[in-house]
């Protein structure tokens, strides 16, 4: 004789179909195929949700004509008055921070990010390969903040795609000003006048033999001036250049060997038909004697290199507005 038992027993002794697939399955409602399959499905529709709200937020963006900025520093201090630096300095730009990678992916997920502001003592190094890495984020532009000039750093940090390398301490008038430059190729209107408001484009010779400054100095006056930039790396080869190329200016490193930026300079003036080119100085010394020997050549001006300021780099344009 068959024992009556309830439905429970008898799905424990003998099992039960899946409410999916109708497999015999032992225990709960579906089988771990079927529980699989809905996981997937569910992934799916999770990610085209966040997908559809990440393009309508974009689009609201781009609709109000929005420009944003993301700053990503793990040192919360920091993070706030570089937050509050821009957000006075540029009123009219979104500000967004985000204190670690995680955060600051979300945003560029889910906002059309014009440029994003890292700071390599602070896991900006780290964010920097993060956004290279990503397909999505290869292209967008990126300033770089940090408290060393270690060449080094900075090289590995243009390796990877860097439009501007600022060194702390910073004045905020000249990180506001680099900020707007790199977004819209102009500087705030309260800054000073390096903004270049028309598209003249200008011949630059840049002379160092320091190959790491040479390529820090060259991506300053790229991203910041309307100039096609030639270089060279002693000062025999910067004459050589100078046979077959008509320049509007010329920097040179002060601190070379054999023929350092003075004596490269007294050979431009000697030279007819290169004597009216402007020449100015780069030296990264701050001894007063050098700087008034300097300033007793016929040099332009002098700059300090590698990390042009926004005060030299309003010398260098009205050296070269002058010069048209």
């Known amino acids: 004789m068959i024992r009556k038992g309830s439905s429970e027993s008898r799905a424990r002794l003998f099992g039960r179909p899946c409410a999916g697939c109708g497999k015999q399955i032992k225990s709960g409602l579906y089988c771990e195929a ?30 109000r004509g929005e420009i944003s900025i993301l700053i990503v520093n793990s040192d919360e201090r920091n993070l706030s008055i570089t937050k509050i630096v821009l957000e006075r300095g540029l009123p009219d730009y979104k500000i967004y921070a985000a204190g670690n990678p995680l955060i600051a992916i979300n945003v560029l997920v889910s906002r059309e990010i014009s440029l994003v502001v890292l700071d390599a003592d602070y896991n900006g190094l780290d964010m920097l390969q993060r956004i290279r890495d990503d397909d999505r ?28 390398y600022v060194t702390k301490p910073c004045a905020p008038k000249d ?73 509007d200016a010329i920097l040179v490193s002060l601190d070379m060997p054999f023929i350092n930026g003075l004596k490269f300079l007294s050979l431009i003036g000697n030279n007819p038909k290169l004597k009216n080119i402007p020449v100015i100085i780069m030296t990264d010394s701050r001894d007063f004697s050098v700087i008034s020997e300097i300033k007793k050549s016929s040099a332009a001006g002098y700059v300090k290199k590698p990390n042009i300021s926004e005060d030299d780099l309003s010398l260098i344009e009205s050296t070269l507005r002058r010069r048209r």
């Open 34 to 63: 079927c529980l699989e399959k809905f996981r997937e499905r569910a992934k799916v529709q999770g990610e085209r949700m966040e997908t559809l709200k990440s393009n309508a937020l974009k689009k609201v963006a781009v609709d």
């Open 137 to 164: 984020f290869k292209e967008l532009p990126v300033m770089m903040m940090s408290g060393s000039s270690q060449k080094e750093l900075v090289a590995s940090v243009f390796s990877l795609g860097v439009q501007d």
């Open 175 to 247: 990180l506001v000003g680099r900020v707007n430059k790199l977004l819209n190729g102009k500087e705030d209107d309260s800054s000073s006048a390096v903004a270049v408001r028309q598209k003249t484009s200008f011949n630059i010779l840049l002379v160092d033999d320091d190959i790491f400054d040479l390529r820090q100095e060259r991506e300053l006056l790229k991203n910041r001036l309307p100039c096609e930039i030639t270089s060279a790396q002693s000062a025999a080869e910067g004459m050589k250049i100078l046979e077959g190329h008509s320049m």
